[in-house]
Every structure is written in structure tokens, then in C-alpha cells.
């Protein structure tokens, strides 16, 4: 009996990317149509803007644990969310979690341990990318990292908030966004992580100048994995 998973969103792209991927792909463990029950909760994106926009990681956390605690409610048995950002309130909230979480730094690190990539290019909101979600884990795992350069960060901000999360996915900004890459790739990186669970709807891998760490995809994976482990 597969455990049934929880999902707390964030924004609609990125949680639906993540939705979808579980229900798509569990049929290679489980067989024909089946994927393990699943119950998405999301408070409104504009509530998660307003305290990330204002630091406000205490009140961020908040949110996370009220959709965990619904989640558990609806019988949930353990919590993901595809949102790399909001991770920074993690540690807030986790001890008081009703249920389990997969961290999705954790998820994606993990991978790169796997294909032994030593540099990891990160890319992401701006919050993201000056925040301490991958340095923590990239860390703990002895791997080194990059992040674009202060123009590039302001851009690739840009294209999240003004364009993906609204579906809109333009090819000029999937070409800023391979040039960001490839200017990471000659500061020395392996590997991409597109840590916006939106950045791999526009960011193609086959034509993108390093392999990709796709967090949205991966962390699906993992609950996937997660969920069908026997007790």
C-alpha cells in the first residue's frame, strides 16, 4: 500500500509540474495507471509573496506548517513542496510538523553526489539564490557552487515573477537563461540545478550547456520512491 503523499504548494506552475510528474510517472513502479494517493494544499501565492518580499521567514513557515497539519487531516503521510525558495523557513516549522518532509535540497543534492558533479551551477528566484537553502547542503555534502552574477540574478528574477509563473515561457528568456549556464560552465560548474520548480518548464536539457539537476522533477521522484518504501 502505497503512502499517501501530501503536497504543499506554492506557485501554480511549479505545483503542477510536481502533481503531474508523481501521477505520470508512478506507473513504472506501480503498473498501468496507478500513482499513490496524493492531496495538494496551497495557501494563496500573494500570501507567500508578501512575507518572503518582507523577510518575514517566521510567518512563511507558519503557512508551510498549516498546510502540513491540513495535509495530515486529509491523510497525508508525508509532506513535500515544490517550491525551492520557501525552504528557507524550514527549520522554523519542521519540529513542529505533523508528518515527515523530503527537503528538496536534499533531494537534488543527493543526485548530484550520485552523478559526481563537484560544482553546482544554482539558479532560482533572487531570494534563492542570496539565501542559504543550497550553500547548507552543497556543505554538508562537499560540494562547491556558483551563483550568477548580480545583473544575471536580477534577470533571471525578472523572468520567474514577471513571466513563468504565469505559464508564459518565451524563447528569448530560455536563450538569457542558457547563457547564464554556459557563463557559469566557464567558471568551472558541472552541473545545473534549476532551483525554481518553474525554470525546467522553459530550460530544455537537450540543448542546455550543462546536464540538469531539474528539483521539480526529482523531488517528485523521490516521493514517489518515498512512498512505495515498505515499513
Known amino acids: 500500500m502505497a503512502k499517501h503523499i501530501g503536497i504543499v504548494g506554492c506557485s ?4 503542477a509540474l510536481c502533481y503531474r510528474t508523481i501521477c505520470e510517472e508512478s506507473g513504472r513502479e506501480m503498473g498501468g495507471y496507478h500513482h499513490p494517493e496524493i492531496t495538494m494544499h496551497t495557501h494563496s501565492f500573494g500570501d507567500y509573496m508578501h512575507y518572503i518580499d518582507s523577510a518575514d521567514w517566521q510567518s512563511v513557515a507558519a503557512l508551510m506548517l498549516s498546510s502540513a497539519k491540513k495535509l495530515r487531516r486529509c491523510g497525508a503521510r508525508f509532506a513535500i513542496c515544490p517550491d525551492n525558495t520557501i525552504h528557507q523557513a524550514f527549520s522554523l516549522f519542521i519540529d513542529a510538523s505533523p508528518i515527515p518532509w523530503l527537503h528538496i535540497a536534499e533531494v537534488v543534492v543527493k543526485e548530484a553526489n550520485k552523478n559526481q558533479y563537484k560544482k553546482l551551477a544554482v539558479l532560482g528566484t533572487r531570494y534563492l539564490m542570496d539565501g542559504p537553502v543550497y550553500p547548507e547542503y552543497c556543505r ?3 560540494i562547491q557552487y556558483a551563483f550568477p552574477s548580480k545583473a544575471e540574478k536580477q534577470e533571471i528574477n525578472r523572468i520567474i515573477f514577471s513571466e513563468l509563473v504565469f505559464g508564459r515561457f518565451k524563447e528569448s528568456s530560455r536563450h538569457t537563461l542558457n547563457l547564464v549556464i554556459e557563463n557559469l560552465k566557464g567558471k568551472g560548474c558541472d552541473a545545473a540545478v534549476l ?8 530550460v530544455q536539457p537537450q540543448d542546455c550547456p550543462l546536464p540538469v539537476l531539474d528539483s521539480t522533477r526529482l523531488l517528485a521522484r523521490a516521493a514517489i520512491a518515498y512512498a512505495l518504501e515498505k515499513e
Open 140 to 142: 554538508l555534502n562537499k
Open 12 to 15: 501554480a506552475e511549479g505545483a
Open 195 to 202: 532551483g525554481c520548480t518553474e525554470l525546467p518548464l522553459i
